[in-house]
């Protein structure tokens, strides 16, 4: 059974840092593009950051840019979104998610571009 837990989040001061972290189990996704989603409360989905399978490639949406860094350990089958400079509007649930269909060298950025989803980790920024 392939599973993607996510974990690291947590309540942290405006400023603050987390680290969020993504193991899979169940399948190596040592060749797929991984990528990271947010929901806040009330609001949809929405494309955080993702990477490729080498790491060479990262892609972000704009809000998060230049705060936010993805990267992954292959070997160790895991993701990571190291958040610095945390906003009260980062909160949200993050969810890690998988694309196993081919990379074409885009970002991805869509909900349906994905394959599998963890269940997601709190994260509350307060002000």
């Known amino acids: 059974q392939v599973q993607l837990v996510e974990s690291g989040g947590g309540l942290v001061q405006t400023g603050g840092s987390l680290r969020l972290s993504c193991a899979a189990s169940?399948?190596?996704?040592?060749?797929?593009?991984m990528g990271w989603f947010r929901q806040a409360p009330g609001k949809e989905r929405e494309f955080a950051a993702a990477?490729?399978?080498?790491?060479?490639?990262?892609y972000y949406a704009d809000s998060v840019k230049g705060r936010f860094t993805i990267s992954r350990d292959n070997a160790k089958n895991t993701v990571y979104l190291q958040m610095n400079s945390l906003k009260p509007e980062d909160t949200a649930v993050y969810y890690c998610a998988a694309r196993t269909r081919p990379y074409a060298g885009a970002s991805y950025p869509q909900l349906y571009d994905y394959d599998y989803w963890g269940q997601g980790t709190q994260v509350t920024v307060s002000s």
């Open positions: 990477i490729s399978w080498t790491g060479g490639n990262t």
């Open positions: 169940g399948r190596t996704f040592s060749r797929d593009l």
